[in-house]
C-alpha cells in the first residue's frame, strides 16, 4: 500500500488544521494506521492510531483531547483533526500503516508503510 499524507500548513496557536493519508495500492481497510511526528532535532514519536475497521482508536497523551483520528475506508483516506495547535505541534507528520494485530500502536518499527510527510507549523 503506498500512502501520500497531506494538509499541512502554517497556523497560529490555539487554530486547527485538517491532515489527510490517501492510500493506493491496496484497500486501505486491511491495515491499522497511524500518524507520527518528527520534529527538528527530535526523535520521531507517536501522535494517534486507528484500528483497520475505525472501532479503537489511541492517542498519545500529549494530544489527547485535541486531536481526533478517524478513517473513511470507503474513500481509502484517514484523518488527523488537529485542534487548539500550540508551538510544540510543530514537526512534519507522517501516516503509517500496518497489518497483523491492534498490538504496540505506538511504536514506529511495526508500521511497513509511511507516507512522505507533510509540515506542520504553529506560530505563537
Known amino acids: 500500500v503506498q500512502l501520500q499524507a497531506s494538509g499541512g500548513g502554517l497556523v497560529q496557536a490555539g487554530g486547527s488544521l485538517r491532515l489527510s493519508c490517501a492510500a493506493s495500492?491496496?484497500?486501505?481497510?486491511?491495515?491499522?494506521v497511524g500518524w507520527f511526528r518528527q520534529a527538528p532535532g527530535k526523535e520521531r514519536e507517536f501522535v494517534a492510531a486507528?484500528?483497520?475497521?475505525?472501532?479503537?482508536?489511541y492517542c498519545a497523551d500529549s494530544v489527547k483531547g485535541r486531536f481526533t483520528i478517524s478513517r473513511d475506508n470507503a474513500k481509502n483516506s484517514i484523518y488527523l483533526q488537529m485542534y487548539s495547535l500550540k508551538p510544540e505541534d510543530t514537526a512534519v507528520y507522517y501516516c503509517?500503516?500496518?497489518?497483523?494485530?491492534?498490538?504496540?500502536?505506538?511504536?514506529?518499527?511495526?508500521?511497513?508503510?509511511w507516507g512522505q510527510g507533510t509540515q506542520v507549523t504553529v506560530s505563537s
Open positions: 495500492g491496496r484497500t486501505v481497510s486491511s491495515y491499522a
Open positions: 486507528v484500528e483497520r475497521s475505525g472501532g479503537s482508536t
Open positions: 503509517a500503516a500496518r497489518g497483523g494485530l491492534w498490538v504496540d500502536v505506538t511504536q514506529s518499527g511495526v508500521y511497513g508503510y
